[in-house]
């Protein structure tokens, strides 16, 4: 699950579908794979939902990737960025 949705994140060899690539990136963090958590939290981070991805950050961190525990705090200081940039902004933004 966790590669065919990155495929379709991706749109290799397939076409680019965000919202399939995060239904099957959630179903693979579900069961356990570090690596989807952690792109989940990407694509969720990119979508405004700063809440889902900070979860899915930390159940990565939790999980053992490497990746996102040693670029933790570049994670959260992002989130913070794209907290305050959606505070500023109207719904028409």
């Not at 919202?19 to 694509?43: I, V």
């Not at 979508?47 to 670029?71: F, P, T, Y």
């Amino acid at each position: 699950a966790n590669n065919l949705g990155l495929l379709y994140k991706d749109g290799l060899g397939v076409e680019r579908d965000l919202k399939k690539a995060e239904q099957l990136l959630e179903l693979s963090a579900k069961r356990g794979d570090p690596n989807a958590m952690l792109t989940l939290a990407q694509l969720l981070m990119d979508k405004n939902d700063v809440q889902m991805a900070k979860i899915w950050h930390d159940r990565a961190c939790e999980a053992g990737n490497l990746m996102a525990q040693s670029n933790r705090s570049n994670f959260e200081e992002a989130l913070n960025h794209k907290r305050d940039l959606l505070k500023s902004c109207t719904p028409d933004d």
